[in-house]
């Protein structure tokens, strides 16, 4: 159990350092490819990433819903604890324009687009995670498939929850925000997220399946 709860809370943090880079970076599309960093240390060192966690739920049967509750809680924690160390540091006023546009975008966004964009984005996590399983950890072709559908969900702005978790604490560390807000914010795109990553898992699952009957 504790070693679920670290993976998790690392989880988090990995994802603050790629959210991190692309904050730092004036151009969307360059910020978007390095956004990929933080999703490389989550699939090579088998991190509890909740979103990861959902689809391979379903595919594989390797996770529970027990699971998706840690992966959330502390993926949480872990992108709650790298805002706060942004926070503390000169770092922040790089990325403090970039997380008042980010927050305020989301905190003014309908409960609608934010649930549609986070199943948006859980199509593209959930095919990164399970094309890039298929293919040998490190190798070309998983950097290129979680590369590709990793810059794309990011440049086109679609809803990750981890990713929301430590834009949404930068932003209160630095300008404050109603807490009734920032839950729902959360709570929109994490529905999201799971609806996005079930539906994917269960389709290619059930696509192989039938793959394995016809052969």
Sequence with gaps: MKEKWISSIMAG???????????????????????STGIFL???????????????????????????????????IGAAAAAGVVYCTRFNETIRDGIRRIGEIRLNDSP?????????????????????????????????????????????GFEHIVADMFYLSCYVFNFGADPLAVVRVLVLVTAGNLAGGLLIAWIVRKLHQGQKIAA
């Design 13 to 35: 943090i990995f994802i603050s350092l790629g959210a991190m880079t692309y904050l730092s970076i004036p151009n969307n599309l360059v910020g978007s490819l390095f956004f």
């Design 112 to 156: 609608q687009s934010l649930f549609l964009l986070g199943i948006l984005c859980a199509f593209f996590v959930a095919f990164a995670v399970l094309v890039g399983a298929q293919y040998e950890k490190g190798s070309v072709g998983q950097i290129f498939y979680v590369w590709l559908f990793i810059t794309a969900f990011v440049f086109c």
């Design 42 to 76: 989550v699939m090579n060192l088998h991190n509890m990433l909740v979103t990861r966690v959902i689809p391979l739920m379903v595919y594989s049967g390797e996770y529970s819903w027990a699971d998706v509750v840690i992966a959330w809680c502390g993926n949480g």
